[in-house]
């Protein structure tokens, strides 16, 4: 395993923080504002101290310095974000809960309140594991961390040098590949979803790249009503990912 970032991190807001801390993953140090109160900041508190992490308690202003703004909700902690896993961790995953491989590959995705919001609709979907880019592309960080609302806590990540390469990868590993696009003739409720399944979800406007769809064993579409011609990626990815788990359960 390899961790999203060699130096400690901050991740604020009170609900974020609770999460971690209930992740059992590591903490520095929790920063709390001495204005602030309530039951919520008690039990971080709590929770703080039943692992010995030290609680420091700081001025409102101070705690802004250090986060960078005020939507703290006076509370931040100094942790490291969670490690990367291998794709065989991912498929390790399926094996253990005795189901056929799904997973999310995620193509050129850069913007963290996308990927946090594919993270939390995974851990909701029960994905086994999310696959990114290193390059060019978003990773864990802070920021995908609280969009997740904490899931990132608990989804398999894993970070490729290539997605194409990995695409080719999880094929000969037994898993059939469905990348969704713009135009494609078949409906994403026409795919068959119930074995072991990669599924690709570009980039918002730019969708999934040429060499990656070229690895794509089927290509499937979500029918759009509007004027608009596209979704945004996490609402994409949730009508997939459902639409799989309504297979396999049906």
């Known amino acids: 395993m ?21 992740s059992k993953l590591p903490v520095k140090r929790i920063l709390i504002a001495t204005d602030t109160h309530g039951s919520a900041l008690d039990k971080i508190e709590e929770s703080a101290k039943s692992r010995d992490i030290t609680v420091t ?36 995953s399926a094996q253990e809960r005795k189901e ?19 993270l939390r609709t995974a851990d909701g979907a029960g994905i086994h594991g999310v696959i990114v880019a ?35 990868e999880l094929k000969e590993k ?26 690709v979800v570009g980039a918002e406007g730019e969708g999934i790249r040429r060499l990656v769809r070229e690895k794509c064993d089927f290509l499937v579409s979500i029918p759009m009503f509007g004027k608009i011609n596209s979704l945004n990626v996490s609402v994409a990815a949730a009508l997939l990912f459902y639409e799989a788990r309504m297979q396999r359960s049906g």
Request: hydrophobic share 45%; charged share 20%; aromatic share 6%.
């Open 100 to 118: 056929p491989p799904l997973v999310c590959i995620l193509d050129g995705v850069q913007d963290p309140q996308n990927f946090g919001a594919v």
């Open 57 to 92: 308690r700081m001025a409102r202003d101070v705690l802004i310095k250090i986060v960078g703004h005020n939507m703290h909700q006076g509370v931040a902690a100094e942790v490291r974000m969670p490690p990367y896993v291998s794709i065989d961790d991912i498929l390790q």
């Open 2 to 22: 390899t961790h999203g970032s060699n130096n400690p991190e901050l991740i604020y807001g009170r609900n974020p923080v609770q999460v971690w801390l209930d």
């Open 174 to 199: 037994g898993l059939w590949i469905t990348g969704a696009v713009e135009g494609a003739e078949m409906s994403y409720k026409k795919g068959d979803f119930k074995g072991p399944v990669g599924l």
């Open 134 to 168: 290193k390059d060019r592309a978003v990773g864990l960080t802070p920021a995908a961390f609280k969009a997740s609302a904490g899931a990132a806590a608990h989804v398999r990540v894993a970070q490729v040098v290539n997605i194409s390469r990995t695409l080719e």
